[in-house]
């Protein structure tokens, strides 16, 4: 009962006067008190939902054939339609509804109408709600998964292959207008276009946003493993001015783009431009780009985000220097140690040429020789010093958590094997729900289906 009207109170399009809500809940405690035999918690519940289940199904459709109208005229010649029979119709939601529409027909146009169609406006014989759940489960749970879910804890049946089809269908329409986003803003250098800019405002955003971009793998039933790039972008603020140390992200955007093609990489930098552009990047006064050493971070970052600050990966420049050290099969004494520690404490205050002459003068094993070249790559990218003073984060950690939350929970599952033109579709709908825009999906592509 407390549910019930913890509902009316919450739900601001049930306009039930006090006298009513009270006399409403009096009449459905009165009826599960004469059903219940052990009473508990546990057995009150479960009346109740039955009670609900059963009142839900019996009012709806008493109230879509008072719809209906009896009479109707033609609206092509004026004339009055005949009643020539009843159809049913079998809406699945969350309850199972069977509804007998009159089929109206006029003799002088021949023409049909079923009035009730347009308020039976369901896709496939599905509520909203129905596939509010179908998609929620489906862009995160194995389709056969997703089916056995919605039985379990909904008591109703709707099979995989109806999920994969919705699911693939959303997120298929949903890429592809964020494709077509990505035409409107992005010229065919990758870069805004200028009549745009012109009109942005410009005014600085406090704070500082961070880029994060990577790549993970996805398993093909074509082609075998193949990439799918992904990136975040994220404000970030302290949380009180007493502890600095403390932060908070306040806003996000994750976005992916699966190698499907031959300029699938051209894509994903398009797509990290529209994405920084609508999130507003350049506009924070601190705007950070994180990534590990691959070429195509930077040449994007660089051209794309001149004003950006670059900062590689802490973690992978750590596991460069411990593997080169490693290597040289130092001996374990406190001489050993020592050196060690005084590397690790000059990476992070930033050193890097005092750590590249340390090693140039060792012996050039295979992994000291890939950390000479990756740090001096890389070296005005490890400021690591300056990056604490300005209170920066220095690791990539959100992309790597993107990756597992994004791709892989969902699609690198045991046996798994997707088909290449279904990757983008789940990745799109991913990337909007952990982006906390589940609620555009459904605006734009489930209610007005």
Avoid at 175 to 184: L, Q
Avoid at 366 to 386: F, L, P, S, T
Wanted: proline content about 2%; charged content about 30%; glycine content about 4%.
């Amino acid at each position: 009962m407390i549910q019930l009207s913890g509902i009316f109170n919450k739900n601001k399009s049930i306009k039930f006067s006090d006298d009513r809500k009270e006399l409403l809940i009096g009449l459905f405690s009165e009826l599960i008190m004469e059903s219940l035999r052990d009473p508990n918690i546990d057995s009150i519940e479960n009346i109740s939902t039955e009670a609900i289940n059963w009142l839900r199904k019996q009012s709806t459709e008493k109230i879509i054939l008072s719809l209906e109208p009896k009479e109707l005229e033609c609206p092509v010649c004026k004339n009055k339609m005949i009643i020539k029979d009843k159809k049913q119709k079998i809406i699945y939601g969350l309850s199972t509804y069977k509804i007998d529409r009159r089929n109206f027909h006029c003799d002088t146009c021949d023409h049909y109408i079923r009035p009730l169609d347009n308020v039976l406006n369901c896709v496939g014989h599905y509520t909203l709600e129905l596939r509010k759940s179908m998609l929620l489960l489906g862009q995160r749970l194995p389709f056969e998964e997703a089916s056995i879910f919605l039985k379990e804890l909904l008591g109703i049946s709707v099979s995989h292959k109806t999920i994969r089809e919705l699911t693939e269908k959303t997120g298929y329409r949903l890429n592809s207008d964020e494709e077509k986003r990505i035409e409107e803003l992005v010229n065919e250098n990758g870069q805004i276009k200028d009549a745009i800019v012109e009109n942005r405002n410009r005014k600085i955003i406090p704070g500082t946003a961070y880029m994060e971009l990577d790549g993970c793998m996805v398993q093909t039933r074509e082609d075998g493993w193949k990439e799918a790039r992904n990136g975040i972008i994220f404000s970030e603020n302290n949380v009180t001015q007493k502890d600095k140390h403390h932060k908070k992200i306040i806003d996000k955007k994750c976005f992916s783009e699966f190698n499907n093609e031959n300029n699938s990489l051209d894509n994903f930098k398009k797509r990290a431009t529209q994405e920084a552009w609508d999130f507003g990047f350049h506009r924070y006064k601190n705007h950070v780009i994180i990534g590990d050493g691959a070429i195509y971070i930077w040449d994007y970052a660089s051209m794309h985000h001149p004003t950006a600050i670059q900062i590689l990966d802490y973690y992978h420049a750590s596991e460069y220097l411990g593997n080169a050290i490693s290597s040289l099969n130092l001996e374990d004494s406190d001489e050993n140690k020592l050196i060690k520690n005084t590397l690790f404490l000059k990476l992070e205050s930033g050193k890097i040429k005092s750590i590249l002459a340390w090693l140039q003068q060792q012996k050039i094993t295979e992994q000291v020789e890939n950390c000479i070249r990756y740090y001096d790559k890389n070296k005005e990218r490890m400021q690591y010093g300056k990056y604490k003073k300005m209170e920066l984060n220095v690791g990539s950690g959100a992309i790597e958590s993107t990756h597992k939350v994004l791709v892989q929970s969902r699609m690198k599952q045991a046996g798994m094997r997707w088909g290449k033109d279904n990757i983008q579709s789940i990745v799109a709908l991913r990337a909007r729900y952990l982006s906390n825009e589940w609620d555009y999906v459904v605006d734009n592509y489930l209610k007005v289906a």
